[in-house]
């Protein structure tokens, strides 16, 4: 019978992973990531620092038991794809959720002290002038050329480090709104795999499976009479890859009302760890900042929450748009990620929006997320 307290050796090995997988992504810029963070889960390439720490005998086993990926669904034409998962997320995974040794590991200090050092390592290296050599084997790795003349500087060569590359802006026509003379229609924060639930409680019952999941506590020890203006009403959940653009924008036209930064740790937000039944609740643990605008149309309060994930450096807001009092509207850029993934969580009150009905079923009927970009709608409230 397995161990109920958690094995000093299996976390220095994950742990030893960990760090020599940020190693290898930072001691050489002009490396291509797919072959260190970035490398599949299922890949040859990982196998090394996978066997480590699985006990399984061969790739396709660990395959088979670990959830190497998740399915997408791209909502313009239906398709649903299969993408891998990245080494680095894979091993913060076993980190936190595998195996009954690994359970209390959950509530380690030194868990919690490991993502928070190797995040914030991951941060100082790509703020470095060095880091620009890494633009050129992102871009090529990604398959990032095309989209380049979307952003408001196009040239790579322009940016002075990694991080300012990653944290790009991007040309405001190249994200057009959905129906952008109607203030009814919700959008999009971001462009990333979204999924959408008309009530938080769908949002537990087919997606968000860890425990201690409340409104009250993402919203970070908000009154009770805040986080209970939500209870009961929609959820869009945005993650965004690290591949993709990595701003969010406005889900509606509003006032700020409030900004709240949460001191956090920095858990991955990859759908296998929200959706591991028993597991942490990652998004009321990260570190995040919670936006609360009072809506144009409605005059209710919608909340936006972004939470950092493993290996992000930080989350900045654009230049006073975080100021109490600021008018924002529908699709307005608000902030930045830096490197890493990251995840937006818009939150409604109940009957104040209608959630677009293929984003409820790929969510629920498929569990799926839906591959979207920034300003597609995502629903409607009923005048």
């Known amino acids: 019978m397995a161990s109920s307290e ?8 994950t742990a030893s992973a960990l760090n020599n997988l940020v190693i290898a992504a930072t001691s050489d810029h002009k490396t291509d990531p797919k072959t260190t963070l970035h490398t599949p889960a299922s890949h040859e390439l990982s196998h090394k620092w996978l066997q480590r720490i699985f006990p399984y005998h061969s790739l396709e086993e660990m395959e088979s038991n670990l959830h190497m990926g998740n399915y997408v669904i791209d909502r313009q034409t239906g398709a649903k794809s299969f993408e891998p998962m990245s080494i680095y997320v894979r091993v913060g ?89 109607n203030d009814l229609v919700t959008s999009s924060p971001a462009d990333c795999r979204l999924t959408a639930f008309p009530t938080v409680d769908m949002a537990t019952k087919y997606w968000i499976k860890g ?98 994930a493993m290996l992000v450096g930080s989350i900045k807001y654009v230049s006073e748009v975080d100021r109490v009092g600021t008018k924002v509207r529908r699709g307005q850029c608000l902030g930045a990620f830096y490197y890493g993934g990251s995840t937006v969580i818009v939150l409604y009150p109940p009957g104040q929006v209608v959630l677009d009905e293929d984003l409820v079923r790929n969510s629920t009927e498929e569990k799926c997320e839906t591959v979207m970009k920034v300003g597609w709608r995502t629903g409607i409230t009923k005048a």
């Open 6 to 13: 958690p094995s000093e050796a299996h976390f220095e090995a």
């Open 93 to 181: 995974m076993h980190l936190l959720y595998y195996g009954s040794e690994q359970e209390k590991a959950l509530h380690w200090k030194k868990t919690q002290a490991l993502l928070k050092a190797q995040s914030e390592k991951m941060g100082a290296e790509y703020d470095a002038p060095e880091s620009k050599a890494h633009i050129e084997p992102f871009i090529e790795s990604f398959n990032l050329r095309s989209s380049l003349s979307e952003m408001v500087e196009p040239d790579p060569s322009k940016y002075a480090t990694f991080n300012e590359f990653f944290a790009r802006e991007i040309r405001e026509p190249a994200r057009p709104i959905a129906e952008p003379e």
């Open 211 to 308: 425990f201690g999941f409340t409104i009250a506590r993402l919203l970070g020890g908000s009154s009770p009479d805040v986080a209970k203006q939500f209870e009961g009403g929609s959820i869009v959940i945005a993650r965004l890859a690290p591949q993709d653009y990595h701003r969010w924008h406005a889900p509606i036209s509003g006032t700020v009302e409030s900004v709240t930064d949460i001191p956090g740790t920095y858990y991955t937000v990859n759908p296998q760890a929200i959706t591991e039944p028993g597991s942490l609740d990652v998004f009321c643990e990260n570190k995040r900042s919670v936006m609360m605008l009072k809506r144009t149309a409605t005059g209710r309060p919608v909340a936006i929450v972004a939470v950092g």
